[in-house]
């Protein structure tokens, strides 16, 4: 497996990707029904792309599979971006424009816990490496590869300068990954507690995933070349 940064050329193969795996299995995706698998989501594609001008996601790449090809398979991509004070409130604001009732019910979730917090100022930093997507290959999953991706990003991090990570872990197994590379709990929200004026469940987030946990780490500074 190889590991390295997503360009422009690869952009269409990594939406392709997401569009088969992520996009119907993230756990919030699927509680709201965000789309079926392998179709895709506007709103989910732009956020995607947005991300990935950051120039900070990287990729795993099976290079036994199409090795003689152009195209080589993609086993999961990490999608980092960089979260400067006031891009939540902001993103918050522009959600309120969208027509995708589905879409809006998640990222108001995960704006809204956001907000809650302030990180800029806890940590005394001006810019977060934001981990926004972890996604990897319904036919590679177990294999560690999450995990590989987490530590190549860690280290992309630490070589861009980058003095805190973050991430919206949203199911038990991006949890478990993350908190395995000393990612630290700063704040969490039940999804059962999560109710609508109603005292409706706004997310019927399925078993075993019970909670959207925002976890954090501070990293210091490495020289090196991604
Ligand atoms: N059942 C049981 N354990 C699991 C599962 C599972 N379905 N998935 C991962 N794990 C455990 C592994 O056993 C392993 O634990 P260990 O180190 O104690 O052995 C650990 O989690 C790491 O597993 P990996 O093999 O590195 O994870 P994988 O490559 O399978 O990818 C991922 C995990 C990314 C969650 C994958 O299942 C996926 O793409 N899911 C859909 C999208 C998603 O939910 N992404 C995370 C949302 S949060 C975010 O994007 C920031």
Do not use: W
């Given at each position: ?60 790449v099976d290079r036994s599979e199409g090795a003689e090809q152009e195209e080589c398979k ?16 902001q993103a918050l604001q522009k959600l309120q424009a969208s027509s995708d009732l589905n ?124």
């Open positions: 497996m190889e590991y390295k940064l997503i360009g422009p050329e690869h952009y269409e193969q990594v939406i392709d990707h997401l569009r088969r795996n992520f996009f119907a299995d993230e756990p919030l995706n699927k509680a709201a029904g965000l789309c079926q698998k392998g179709f895709g989501n506007s709103e989910l594609e732009h956020h995607s792309l947005e991300t990935l001008h950051d120039k900070l996601s990287l990729m795993a993609i086993a999961g991509v990490i999608l980092n971006g960089i979260l400067r004070p006031g891009d939540t409130a879409f809006k019910k998640i990222f108001e979730l995960l704006y809204s816990h956001n907000l809650k917090v302030d990180l800029f100022g806890r940590f005394k930093v001006d810019r977060i490496f934001d981990v926004r997507i972890l996604s990897v290959d319904a036919s590679y999953r177990g294999q560690g590869i999450a995990k590989e991706l987490v530590r190549h990003a860690e280290s992309l991090a630490r070589k861009r300068g980058f003095r805190l990570l973050k991430a919206d872990a949203t199911g038990i197994f991006s949890q478990k990954i993350l908190r395995s590379h000393g990612f630290e709990l700063f704040a969490e929200q039940l999804y059962a507690k999560y109710t609508d004026a109603g005292g409706q469940v706004v997310l019927p987030v399925e078993a075993p995933h019970i909670k959207l946990q925002l976890l954090t780490k501070k990293v210091g500074h490495d020289d090196g070349d991604e």
